[in-house]
């Protein structure tokens, strides 16, 4: 998988929003950005993915620049539980059109809410 | 919901053992993987499985081996544990592994080898 850059931490306060940036330069016409989160003594979880456009879900809300360069993982209202390290990851195609899904992750950014 | 289980969440066992570890996922997935998580390190990929008895090594399979018999259960031994294999364990499974699946995974098994 390609690589990405993220900071290494980032702070919030309850209930307010957060952005948490990720760029990718490098990234191909075909490659998926995908998030996911780890909560402390969890395994990751799958938090959004998307290609080109925008992308909303329950959890969270994806905003990919319009050069697919760098994107955007947005929480419209951080809660205590959304504190987590957040690993933005692109996902290559390989022989064969598919990577057997697997994924690499970087060190993330490890999100700190505040109440 | 789509549940992947491992075996146990905490492990102690000693230099020289042969160690397995279980993971079953439980939505007729095609693809399941083990990782290994250091600080500083980040998840490293050890082993994966395309299909029922096909594996593929991933970026660390030294020291490790991997077994997979029936489509839900994927296990993961060390032959003989070494104190540098103490780590938490990660298992993860997707259904199709094309670049927009998801991948699902497993809490984890914090492994200690004394």
């Known amino acids: 998988d390609a690589k990405t850059t993220q900071p290494n931490s980032m702070e919030s306060n309850e209930e307010e929003p957060v952005h948490l940036p990720c760029n990718h330069s490098?990234?191909?016409?075909?490659?998926?950005i995908h998030w996911y989160r780890q909560l402390p003594s969890q395994g990751p979880e799958y938090v959004i993915h998307?290609?080109?456009s925008n992308v909303n879900n329950r959890m969270a809300s994806l905003a990919i620049a319009e050069d697919r360069k760098s994107s955007t993982l947005i929480l419209h209202r951080a809660t205590l539980r959304d504190a987590a390290v957040y690993y933005c990851?692109?996902?290559?195609?390989?022989?064969?059109?598919?990577?057997?899904?697997?994924?690499?992750f970087g060190q993330g950014t490890i999100l700190t809410v505040h109440p | 919901d789509v549940k992947v289980t491992q075996s146990s969440r905490y492990l102690v066992k000693r230099t020289g053992e042969k160690v397995f570890l279980e993971c079953v996922q439980d939505m007729d997935h095609e693809n399941m993987f083990w990782y290994r998580q250091d600080p500083g390190l980040g998840l490293r990929l050890i082993y994966f499985?395309?299909?029922?008895?096909?594996?593929e090594k991933g970026d660390i399979p030294e020291g490790y081996s991997v077994s997979r018999e029936k489509k839900e259960r994927f296990s993961l031994i060390l032959e003989s544990a070494s104190t540098n294999q103490t780590s938490m364990y990660l298992c993860?499974?997707?259904?199709?592994?094309?670049?927009?699946?998801?991948?699902?995974f497993g809490p984890g098994t914090r492994l200690t080898v004394l």
């Open positions: 990851i692109l996902r290559v195609p390989g022989a064969g059109g598919t990577s057997y899904g697997k994924l690499t």
């Open positions: 998307g290609l080109t």
């Open positions: 499985s395309y299909d029922v008895k096909m594996k």
């Open positions: 490098t990234i191909s016409g075909t490659d998926y």
């Open positions: 993860a499974s997707t259904l199709l592994g094309t670049t927009a699946d998801t991948q699902y």
